[in-house]
């Protein structure tokens, strides 16, 4: 039988313990110092990875605007790195919008997602106020037009909708399945300002995910990363 080769990210590396480092740092000696269960972030490898994302989807969209989703994991310090990479921020809870707040990330560049928001959510965001609402239903559309009417203020909307590609995954893992839709009615104070697309992509590739988001009928608006990855693209070439 062949050698083990461990499958390592980044700064990661096997030590002459035996060992494995990140950033520099052993991580038996972090789980004495600190206790387990321990979350051990590689802040030179998610820097770089903010970066390949903007390199890939620029090149083709160079307005595009990258948004790192909150959901994968969200504290104070992660909130600063992403925004000193010039990532937006996508948030799906009041806790998350709260967190991104209280760390200084600019309201305008956070997007607040989720199924089933909460009027408080809803509320939040329209005070902080925050750069775009992705609308996920009629209801809540209806919804926050009325906030927004009672607020005096205007609420920017992106609109989350089926990008009709498949995904070679669980039926209940992609954003939406295809032929899913959300029809915006004509409201008063809201202000669409393009669409979100989610389709379960595979985060491994930034290039291949960029080819992937071809949105030529659709005015580029956020195209979010990060979560995870729960799917296989089918039919999104060059």
Excluded: W
């Excluded at 595009?64 to 990532?87: D, N, W």
């Excluded at 998350?96 to 009027?119: C, M, V, W």
């Excluded at 295809?178 to 491994?204: D, E, F, M, N, S």
């Amino acid at each position: 039988m062949g050698s083990y080769q461990p499958m390592l990210f980044g700064t990661q590396r096997i030590n002459s313990a035996g060992h494995l480092e990140i950033g520099g740092c052993d991580t038996v000696a972090l789980a004495e110092e600190f206790g387990t269960p321990l979350y051990v972030l590689d802040e030179a490898h998610l820097r770089e990875r903010c970066r390949e994302y903007l390199r890939a989807f620029r090149a083709r969209l160079p307005e595009v605007e990258i948004a790192y989703a909150g959901k994968a994991l969200l504290v104070k310090a992660l909130c600063r790195i992403v925004e000193q990479e010039g990532l937006s921020l996508d948030v799906a809870s009041a806790g998350e919008l709260y967190t991104a707040l209280q760390a200084g990330f600019p309201p305008e560049r956070i997007k607040l997602h989720g199924n089933f928001k909460s009027d408080q959510e809803l509320l939040m965001a329209l005070r902080a106020p925050v750069g775009r609402v992705v609308a996920d239903s009629l209801s809540e559309i209806v919804r926050l037009s009325r906030f927004a009417e009672a607020e005096g203020r205007q609420a920017d909307l992106l609109i989350r909708v089926a990008p009709g590609i498949k995904t070679q995954t669980h039926t209940f893992i992609p954003d939406r399945a295809v032929g899913q839709q959300v029809r915006a009615a004509p409201l008063h104070q809201r202000r669409p300002g393009g669409g979100q697309i989610g389709a379960g992509l595979p985060h491994t590739a930034p290039a291949g995910t960029a080819r992937a988001h071809r949105l030529a009928t659709v005015r580029p608006g956020l195209l979010p990363e990060g979560g995870g990855t729960d799917g296989r693209v089918h039919g999104a070439g060059p």
